[in-house]
């Protein structure tokens, strides 16, 4: 399957590459991560004015999180976290 060909509510992650389990919650005060591409952690309010994510729905897009980290793995059906994506190397 071609990862371009993902509906946005699906991801594709490399298993090796999170720790579980996993949860999902909505986004609060502080929030950062290091989006797919871009390398360094930003705070996860700049990353949504940045994609011109309205206001009012910001609070509503569900986030996917390591539960004993709290490190964001995907802003559910905009942006996964880098180095969690599946490759050549992935086996689960």
């Known amino acids: 399957m071609d ?3 993902l509906a946005s509510t699906m991801a594709a ?3 090796d590459s999170i ?6 919650r909505f986004r609060q005060e502080g929030d950062a991560f290091v989006p797919y591409g ?3 952690k930003v705070k996860l309010k ?7 994510i309205p ?3 910001r609070n509503k ?4 999180v390591e539960k004993k980290t ?4 995907w802003v559910c059906g905009i942006r996964l976290a880098d180095h969690i994506g599946i490759n050549r190397l992935t086996k689960k």
């Open 38 to 40: 871009l390398g360094k």
């Open 70 to 73: 709290g490190r964001i793995i």
């Open 55 to 57: 206001r009012h729905i």
């Open 19 to 24: 720790s579980m389990p996993l949860e999902v």
């Open 13 to 15: 992650i490399d298993f």
């Open 61 to 64: 897009i569900p986030l996917v």
């Open 3 to 5: 990862l371009k060909e």
């Open 46 to 52: 700049k990353f949504m004015i940045d994609r011109k």
